[in-house]
């Protein structure tokens, strides 16, 4: 390697910071909250349910559309609901699911720029 790759770079100081990183213990969870959303499916049906009066949706409206049996949409949803993005709630015979307003304020939160957008995201 060339001297110069070497060399410590002139002028180099740091930019403040603006907020505190990511701790070790937040990347971790928050990694399995993006885990659980990065799959298709689970996106589209979080879309659904939220895009829904009270972002409430019953499982069996949730399948509309979805090509796809209802226990692998139930699996989905369940994966979504042990991330922390959905609580559920049965009613008679059926399954209600709702979003959880505070984790997707916490992922807007972390991918905020600090160009006056996080600044607005936490007030």
């Known amino acids: 390697m060339s001297k110069s790759l070497l060399a410590p770079i002139e002028d180099c100081s740091p930019s403040p910071r603006v907020r505190e990183p990511l701790s070790a213990a937040a990347a971790g969870e928050l990694a399995a909250v993006f885990k659980a959303l990065s799959d298709p499916v689970r996106l589209r049906l979080l879309s659904s349910i939220a895009s829904r009066a009270g972002q409430e949706a019953c499982v069996c409206d949730l399948s509309v559309g979805i090509e796809l049996t209802q226990p692998t949409i139930s699996h989905h949803l369940k994966v ?41 995201v936490r007030a």
């Open 80 to 120: 979504l609901r042990d991330a922390g993005l959905l609580t559920s709630e049965r009613r008679a015979s059926w399954v209600y699911y709702r979003i959880v307003p505070a984790e997707l304020r916490r992922l807007s939160e972390v991918l905020a720029l600090e160009s006056g957008t996080a600044a607005a």
